[in-house]
């Protein structure tokens, strides 16, 4: 076979199973990338590179490969849904880098952030000083979420007449079902204290709750699992 219209057959034939995979390993591999998400994006445009321009190596070989480490992202993403555990492992925890005003210089340790970064970081959101951000978090995916002062922020309809107060950090106490038992020692809060709150909202069951997040003054806001069907969408 002429080397030309090899190369072509084979990179149509790449394309074809990189879709293919690409819409079996979801939309997350192109929006929010975990650490392993991260490798399996690098290796598989590497396997892909391979399977495009080289005839030495047979194609079912390079698809066999490709498809093990694209699989593999829904494996870890289902363990990831399924344990709590495995999720911290595999995506990493977020990261307080400034809590009530303040630059907390072992989280910056903790994410490998330097005060430049963090200033570039709120640069980009639109904070210049310093002073006007309340919260930094260092997200899994290492974006920084930011949650300015009151009087630093759009002010709302609600804000009209009333004084204005900074908001309240929040914690996940409950994620897919399950107690993050450490989060509600943060709080000053223990599991019995959970369980008889959730009751008086109407929960019987934790596995009934999707999330669940408190604040510093114990105001718990509970979001029930919805398990309406998802192909029902204003998007088509």
């Given at each position: 076979?002429?080397?030309?219209l090899e190369?072509?057959?084979?990179?149509?034939?790449?394309?074809?199973?990189?879709?293919?995979?690409?819409?079996?390993?979801?939309?997350?591999?192109?929006?929010?990338?975990?650490?392993?998400d991260?490798?399996?994006?690098?290796?598989?445009?590497?396997?892909?590179?391979?399977?495009?321009?080289?005839?030495?190596v047979?194609?079912?070989a390079?698809?066999?490969?490709?498809?093990?480490?694209?699989?593999?992202?829904v494996?870890?993403?289902?363990?990831?849904?399924?344990?709590?555990?495995?999720?911290?492992?595999?995506?990493?925890?977020?990261?307080?880098?400034?809590?009530?005003?303040?630059?907390?210089?072992?989280?910056?340790?903790?994410?490998?952030?330097?005060?430049?970064?963090?200033?570039?970081?709120?640069?980009?959101?639109?904070?210049?000083?310093?002073?006007?951000?309340?919260?930094?978090i260092l997200?899994?995916?290492?974006?920084?979420?930011?949650?300015?002062?009151?009087?630093?922020?759009?002010?709302?309809?609600?804000?009209?007449?009333?004084?204005?107060q900074?908001?309240?950090?929040?914690?996940?106490?409950?994620?897919?079902?399950?107690?993050?038992?450490?989060?509600?020692?943060?709080?000053g809060?223990?599991?019995?204290?959970?369980?008889?709150?959730?009751?008086?909202?109407?929960?019987?069951?934790?596995?009934d709750?999707?999330?669940?997040?408190?604040?510093?003054?114990?105001?718990?806001?509970?979001y029930?699992?919805?398990?309406?069907?998802?192909?029902r969408?204003?998007?088509?």
């Amino acid at each position: 076979m002429n080397i030309y219209l090899e190369i072509i057959l084979r990179t149509l034939f790449t394309i074809v199973v990189l879709f293919i995979l690409t819409k079996i390993d979801g939309a997350k591999q192109i929006s929010q990338l975990s650490f392993y998400d991260y490798i399996i994006g690098i290796t598989a445009g590497s396997v892909a590179a391979v399977m495009c321009v080289e005839p030495d190596v047979p194609l079912w070989a390079s698809a066999i490969s490709l498809a093990l480490f694209m699989l593999s992202g829904v494996l870890f993403s289902f363990l990831s849904q399924k344990s709590i555990a495995c999720r911290r492992f595999l995506e990493g925890n977020p990261v307080f880098i400034i809590a009530n005003g303040e630059i907390l210089y072992k989280g910056l340790q903790k994410a490998r952030f330097s005060i430049n970064d963090l200033m570039r970081e709120l640069r980009s959101q639109g904070y210049f000083d310093i002073t006007e951000i309340n919260y930094a978090i260092l997200e899994t995916n290492g974006n920084v979420s930011v949650m300015p002062k009151a009087l630093s922020r759009p002010s709302t309809n609600e804000d009209e007449g009333n004084e204005v107060q900074d908001d309240n950090v929040r914690a996940d106490v409950i994620i897919d079902g399950k107690i993050l038992k450490g989060n509600l020692k943060a709080f000053g809060k223990n599991e019995q204290w959970l369980i008889n709150t959730i009751k008086s909202q109407g929960y019987a069951r934790f596995k009934d709750v999707a999330l669940a997040s408190l604040d510093t003054d114990g105001n718990l806001s509970i979001y029930r699992k919805n398990n309406a069907d998802v192909n029902r969408t204003v998007f088509q």
